[in-house]
């Protein structure tokens, strides 16, 4: 165990009695503790009622009535009290390139685009997608879709046009938001061409605008495509808010599930703002004088809550980081750290462990003075991810804090809060105000006590858990609480140790979690078997030093068609992005099924894991003797 750091004579919380006695104070009566925390936000009309929470049904409900608006509660009021502040900075790809961009210019940048919005005829509800590289746009164009009471899909920029596609028509966005190209450490990716193919023939989509990221010169499309600049440049740089009630949408943010098919998780407006204001202020101790760095990409949740809404809420400034960790060279996360004065960085494991391979040098060449708080997400962090961070990156100086959540939670749920809680590497430790994690054993009952472990669920409602699929409520009450009656289910395992803290062992359902990024095999699957020489498709995930997890793909071919593996690879790009693409795929004479055709997914992910001879009872494999010959197969790889 490690010992907290000392708390600040201005910390939020001042020592961990303090954080137990509120943690059972907003047990005891979550409607209070909520309520109370509501002030922290600007409200154009209060609440008839805090929350309501049917599980059956999976309605949630938060702060009926009241009216709001999240750019508002960003901008205008700090842009009102601060007008010269920084909001944003921007860190350019090219190293030593910053854009530092006031509360008063934030406002103005915003106002702009959300009069092109409208302008464009995006009324309230109506949705806008995004699919934008990191560079300032993509805040101002949340942010104004905000303003107008418009919902925003931003869509990942490492997306495929395939993906990008299903997206757009799930979500029915007549507008879209994109760059000519964008910049990542030496790649250039051809946004506006994959949204061209994206969009080829939909006749939903009536606007995309184009950022000029480049000097490249793009094809525009007449009536339909129009350049950024310009088009912001004529409009007014004052812009009325639109009130929203509370459970007005916000944003969709699609992600992936156990079945092939995206789900368009959908967070509404006061609970969501809240929820990420108040876990930014408690999570991060947020005090006036901090830079916020959080490594993300805002095409995911981390990046919505806590590069964007989170850190503006609460007047900080944040970073927005266009480049990679290693690029020009791996020191230039503690780089951009040094010359912004970053108090806060929060990453992900998978970073740390891409950087960790090159040694301490790159790290120490740098300072890092500046940092108070050390974050980490995405995926469990291994207890020596974790005391490289703090002893070297951190100097020893730094709280850690690991924090477990999802896309679905919308904001931190279980972490420690710094220099309050006692440290455990690898441990989330414990769940924050309002939040109650329980542990459920395979027949669906709780496991009470310390010392288990179980599937994660969750009782009771928070104030930014998501409340529908977009589009498919149906689907939302069946993933989300069908599978232990009453309770949310989060997907992952979890153990509860001696002392209460809780340790997050992974995903335990058919979710992988690559470098970070969630992807369903499901999905993998789907895009493999488009090949027309692929008869099945199985895909697993097996322990990868850097990913975390890796994928391979196991796949059956048609016998009169041969098929080169990087083609199978070549697929799944195209269908969803490089990211997802297998690291290994086996080309297997069939899979192992029960004799009802089931696939014995144990096993493939068994023999992925590098086992060879348990695999337990085979007697219900209609072949047994396949699992000879794929263990063969998979010989050396
Ligand atoms: C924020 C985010 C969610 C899944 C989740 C977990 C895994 C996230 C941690 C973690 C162990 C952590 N949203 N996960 N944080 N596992 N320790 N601190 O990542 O929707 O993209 O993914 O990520 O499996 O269910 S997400």
Redo the contacts with the bound molecule.
């Keep these: 165990m490690i010992p907290p750091k000392p708390a600040l004579p201005s910390a939020h919380t001042p020592s961990f009695a303090a954080f137990e006695a509120r943690y059972a104070a907003s047990i005891a009566d979550p409607a209070a503790f909520w309520a109370a925390e509501a002030k922290a936000l600007d409200w154009f009309r209060p609440a008839d009622a805090v929350m309501r929470f049917d599980p059956l049904t999976a309605d949630i409900v938060w702060f009926a009535g009241a009216k709001l608006n999240a750019c508002y509660n960003c901008v205008d009021r700090h842009a009102a009290s601060t007008p010269d502040r920084t909001a944003l900075i921007w860190a350019a790809n090219a190293p030593g390139e910053y854009e530092h961009i006031t509360f008063a210019e934030l406002l103005a940048h915003v106002s702009r685009f959300a009069n092109l919005l409208r302008e464009l005829g995006v009324k309230k509800g109506d949705r806008v997608c995004l699919y934008l590289p990191m560079i300032p746009d993509l805040a101002y164009a949340m942010l104004a879709c905000a303003r107008v009471g418009a919902v925003h899909s931003v869509v990942f920029a490492g997306f495929s046009a395939e993906a990008l596609r299903d997206r757009i028509l799930d979500a029915g966005a007549a507008v879209i938001v994109t760059a000519n190209e964008g910049l990542r450490g030496d790649k250039t990716i051809a946004l506006k061409a994959i949204v061209d193919k994206a969009v080829a023939g939909l006749d939903v989509v009536e606007h995309v605008l184009v950022a000029r990221r480049t000097e490249a010169d793009v094809p525009m499309h007449p009536g339909r495509d129009e350049w950024l600049g310009p088009a912001l440049a004529r409009q007014r740089p004052y812009c009325p808010v639109e009130w929203m009630d509370a459970e007005d949408p916000l944003f969709i943010l699609y ?2 599930g156990s079945t092939g098919k995206p789900k368009g ?1 959908l967070h509404t407006t006061g609970g969501y703002l809240l929820y990420v204001a108040s876990t930014f202020r408690y999570v991060f101790d947020a005090q006036p004088s901090d830079v916020h760095f959080c490594t ?1 990409d805002i095409g ?3 990046g919505h ?1 806590y590069i964007l809404y989170g850190p503006l809420a609460n007047a900080v400034p944040s970073v927005i980081f266009e480049s990679t960790p290693v690029y020009p060279d791996p020191s230039r996360l503690w780089r951009v750290v040094d010359d912004v004065g970053a108090t806060i960085l929060y990453t ?2 998978t970073a740390l462990r891409a950087l960790m391979r090159f040694g301490d040098g790159p790290v120490s060449r740098t300072s890092r003075a500046s940092l108070r708080i050390l974050g ?6 291994n207890p020596e991810v974790w005391r490289w961070f703090h002893d070297i990156c951190g100097n020893g100086r730094c709280s850690v804090v ?8 919308g904001g ?1 749920l ?2 420690a809060l710094p220099g309050v809680t006692p440290l455990e590497p690898g441990a ?1 430790t414990r769940p924050l105000y309002g939040i109650r994690p329980l542990l459920m054993d395979a027949d669906g009952n709780e496991v009470h006590g310390n010392g288990v472990s179980g599937n994660l669920c969750l009782a009771g409602t928070w104030p930014g858990q998501a409340r529908t699929i977009f589009g498919d409520h149906a689907r939302f009450a069946l993933t989300y609480f069908s599978a232990y009656t009453g309770y949310y289910f ?3 395992g979890a153990r509860r140790d001696e002392n209460g803290n809780y340790w ?4 335990v359902d058919d ?1 992988l ?1 690559v470098s ?3 992807i369903g095999t499901a999905e993998i699957e789907s895009a493999l078997i488009e090949h027309p020489a692929v008869v099945e498709a199985a895909v697993v995930g097996y322990p990868h030093d850097l990913k975390g997890t890796g994928i391979r793909a196991y796949v059956v071919t048609r016998p009169d068609m041969t098929c080169q593996t990087v083609e199978l690879q070549a697929q799944v790009r195209a269908a969803i992005g490089p990211f997802a693409m297998p690291d290994q795929v086996v080309i297997v004479p069939g899979l192992p099924k029960t004799r009802s055709g089931k696939i014995m997914r144990r096993i493939l992910r068994k023999i992925a894991e590098g086992e060879k001879h348990a695999f337990g009872d085979l007697a219900t494999l209609a072949d047994p003797g396949v699992v000879a010959e794929i263990l063969e197969l998979c010989e050396g790889l």
Excluded: C, K, Y
């Design positions: 992600t992936s998780v993300a995911w949740v981390t809550s992900a494991p980490s997400v995405g995926e469990p962090i690991d924090t477990w959540w999802q896309t679905e939670t931190i279980i972490s989330a989060t997907g992952d997050i062992t992974g995903r979710v979690n970070g990024h969630r």
